[in-house]
């Protein structure tokens, strides 16, 4: 079973950066599988952020982060990154990382259990 932890959130003021990280259990190689970011803020659902194929040569991006986030992987660590810049307080929520076997649709085999973002204004 693939057993994903997020860290790295926090409280952050506008315009201030986070980078979240995602690291896979030691049984679990992330090089297999396809790697995504996505948010739940209060009472609103679940929604896409970014996603990233297994060799890293492709990314993806909800067009209200582009520009802002960068996903990223490094599989020798077995953690995938979300490095977030110029932070809004729209951009609070809970941050999930999710692995699957597709790119596209956005993966979402296995989840982590979510680290919360608070932007303050």
């Known amino acids: 079973q693939v057993q994903l932890v997020e860290s790295g959130g926090g409280l952050v003021q506008a315009g201030g950066s986070l980078r979240l990280s995602c690291t896979a259990s030691?049984?679990?190689?992330?090089?297999?599988?396809?790697m995504g970011w996505f948010r739940q803020a209060p009472g609103k659902e679940r929604e896409f952020v970014a996603r990233i194929t297994t060799s890293g040569s492709m990314t993806d991006y909800v067009p209200s982060v582009k520009g802002r986030f960068t996903i990223s992987r490094d599989n020798a660590k077995n953690t995938v990154y979300l490095q977030m810049n110029s932070l809004k307080p729209e951009d609070t929520a809970v941050y999930y990382c999710a692995a699957g076997s597709t790119y596209y649709p956005p993966p979402g085999d296995y989840w982590g259990q979510g680290t919360q973002v608070t932007v303050s204004s």
């Open positions: 030691a049984r679990t190689f992330i090089s297999e599988y396809a």
